[in-house]
């Protein structure tokens, strides 16, 4: 049984790996007549965790609309526009710069009809955008077909035909017509997959992102005045209060797991009301994004010595004395409580910022694991001073140093404080902060950092000694060196260290950077002809007009100067746009895993094409080919790694040599 049991999970773990077709949406379609003249057809729609399902009317220069489509239509009529029906999320997105609606868990789509004659008949499809944090799908086409009998009299659909004058109708089914040359558009998925699995960026890798983001945190809060003086006090009353040894570092043990599952279950419990989808669309709420900022700013003003955050003491004296009244596990996970409260004005802003920041992720367990982070750096020193107590005695002392951590986070604190501001100023285009105005304050804040690190700023909590330690001036150094890193930017430089940070490059008056890699061809055939002719390989890039995991690639891996050699050189470039709604000359007939779909639009051919040829609908997708279409190396997805990107463009050269 064990064997068997061993042969599925193998089977499994093969498939997966090989499987990249992926479908998070499913459509189920019905035809609800509502009464002898009106009816309904209603698209109903499961969607995957993680991905969202665009809703209706998004406009130009966004992602996918629902639309809904007809291509023959008899004895009934469309009457009004698609209807997007359920919880309905409306938002601010930062990449594609305007406000979109989604939906997330499911989502209902409903568009009425007009019966006019005593039979009927509608085919047509459904088509959608559907994304994820990752990638996005091409147009998705639900085709449908409906027809059927109403209760409306031969003379009663005349007057109805009368009234109405003209009907839509269409002409009976295209010709179907070949995509040619065969050869080329031949599926090459089993030699995709000899080259092993796609090269992308996992889930995975954006969770170890999140903990080790989480764990930087805690360890800036233990270095604030609020936690570093309590660690000494904390571990000595662990080990003095017991002559049990061991019971007392299993006491600091049981102090740090407090606090670890404190801080998860806050991270737990954040998720829990708010929902992922919620968060991640709070997290780019304007109105949210305005209050964050304000906030951040009070922060980091009680940071600089302006006045002092405390939550109510009576809080926090409760837990104390509660703790002193019990004994034993409980007592002491009051104590790690006690610390929770007492440390929240300088731990607040820290945690507050990584929530907001891991919400992005539309993870579930994404808050959880950043609290994992955080909570196990702050838990360290009382679990490894009760282990060696000796440490104690090479701890550094409380004094001047903390403050300026203290006044340092203030800074960062500021900083942070306008990319939150930055999101606002785009939803409601008040063009305010603009890249360079952006950049201008931020080149100020890093500066005025320095200065202050080399005490040539004074707050009101700072000493008054004048000498600058070796790690303050190596502070200083970084934070000048970075603000005369960034001040190129404001003729137009990348500055890809601070891309994620700073508005997109389209609000930028003044740019003087044109280091941009163009497509030789946008057509298939046209572009492998082209490389023939010219003993070239190809890289074809599978992209969408509303892909912004696209626009990312372009900006940070093509714009580096190798790739951008390799590719202008060494390679013809074929950019396919899957959302590309130019009309084909004629509608196309295909067959598709026993299913006849209709190609209509430029776009559905693309698509199509990588479906079939390479097993494959989400973009970025790249993919290196000969001059028959066959491929040089496994395909590569969304992956901002420079290095990997040259080693995925150099490999297919040497293979194509190789050939040859």
Not at 230 to 251: A, C, Q, Y
Not at 301 to 325: C, H, Q, T
Request: glycine share 6%.
């Amino acid at each position: 049984m064990k064997k068997v049991y061993s042969l599925i999970l193998l089977m499994f773990v093969v498939f997966s790996a090989y499987a990249q077709i992926q479908e998070p949406v499913k459509i189920e379609t019905e035809l609800h007549k509502i009464s002898d003249t009106e009816a309904e057809i209603v698209f109903s729609a499961t969607i995957d965790a993680g991905w969202h399902l665009y809703s209706t009317d998004l406009g130009a220069g966004g992602p996918i609309s629902a639309t809904f489509n007809i291509d023959k239509i008899e004895g009934a009529e469309v009457e009004g526009k698609l209807k997007a029906e359920g919880n309905e999320i409306s938002t601010f997105d930062k990449l594609f710069e305007m406000q979109v609606r989604y939906f997330s868990n499911n989502a209902k789509f409903v568009q009425k009809l007009k019966l006019t004659a005593a039979t009927y008949q509608i085919e047509g499809y459904f088509e959608y955008g559907a994304c994820n944090d990752e990638n996005c799908l091409p147009p998705t086409q639900v085709p449908f077909q409906f027809s059927g009998k109403t209760n409306l009299s031969i003379a009663a659909s005349k007057e109805v035909a009368a009234d109405n004058e003209v009907l839509t109708t269409q002409e009976a089914e295209q010709v179907k017509e070949p995509l040619t040359p065969d050869y080329l558009w031949k599926p090459v998925i089993d030699e995709l997959h000899n080259y092993g699995e796609e090269n992308k960026s996992t889930e995975d890798m954006s969770w170890i992102y999140i903990f080790v983001t989480g764990f930087l945190g805690g360890l800036l809060a233990l270095l604030t005045p609020c936690v570093w003086p309590i660690i000494p006090m904390t571990v000595s009353f662990f080990l003095k209060r017991t002559k049990d040894k061991k019971k007392g570092i299993r006491d600091a043990w049981t102090y740090g797991a407090s606090i670890v599952v404190i801080y998860v279950t806050l991270g737990i419990v954040i998720t829990a009301i708010f929902g992922a989808s919620a968060l991640n669309a709070l997290s780019t709420n304007a109105v949210f994004n305005i209050l964050f900022c304000l906030m951040l700013v009070v922060f980091a003003a009680s940071f600089f010595g302006a006045f002092e955050i405390r939550l109510p003491a009576k809080w926090s004296s409760a837990v104390d004395n509660k703790a002193e009244a019990t004994t034993g596990l409980l007592s002491i996970f009051l104590m790690a409580f006690t610390l929770s409260l007492v440390s929240f004005s300088c731990t607040g802003p820290i945690i507050g910022f990584l929530l907001v920041q891991v919400s992005t992720s539309g993870s579930m367990v994404a808050p959880a694991i950043g609290m994992l982070g955080f909570a196990i750096a702050l838990a360290l020193p009382f679990t490894l001073f009760a282990l060696f107590p000796s440490w104690l005695k090479s701890m550094p002392k409380s004094g001047g140093w903390m403050n300026v951590i203290k006044v340092t986070l203030g800074f960062l604190e500021l900083a942070f404080a306008l990319k939150f501001l930055s999101v606002a100023d785009l939803a409601y285009g008040w063009r305010i902060l603009d890249r360079e105005t952006f950049l201008a304050l931020w080149i100020v804040l890093f500066f005025l950092l320095g200065l202050y690190l080399l005490g040539k700023i004074k707050f009101p909590h700072d000493d008054d000694d004048n000498k600058v330690s070796v790690p303050r001036f190596f502070m200083a150094l970084i934070s000048l060196a970075f603000a005369v890193y960034m001040i190129p930017g404001l003729w137009g430089a990348p500055l890809k260290a601070v891309s994620a940070f700073a508005p997109p490059m389209q609000t930028q008056d003044f740019n003087l950077y044109n280091n941009e890699v163009h497509a030789k061809f946008d057509d298939y055939d046209l572009g492998m002809e082209y490389a023939r002719q010219h003993n070239k390989p190809v890289m074809l890039d599978f992209t969408g007009y509303g892909c912004v995991n696209c626009r990312k690639m372009e900006l940070s891996v093509w714009t580096n100067q190798k790739v951008s050699d390799i590719i202008n050189n060494d390679y013809v470039l074929i950019t396919l746009y899957v959302d590309n709604k130019t009309p084909l000359s004629q509608p196309v007939k295909v067959m598709e895993n026993g299913t006849e779909r209709t190609l209509r639009t430029v776009g559905d051919k693309w698509s199509y094409l990588q479906r079939v040829k390479f097993g494959a609908n989400a973009q970025p997708f790249y993919v290196l080919v000969n001059n028959e279409g066959m491929p040089l190396n496994k395909p590569y997805g969304f992956d901002e790694s420079v290095p990997k990107y040259i080693e995925f463009l150099q490999t297919g050269l040497d293979n194509y040599k190789k050939d040859k």
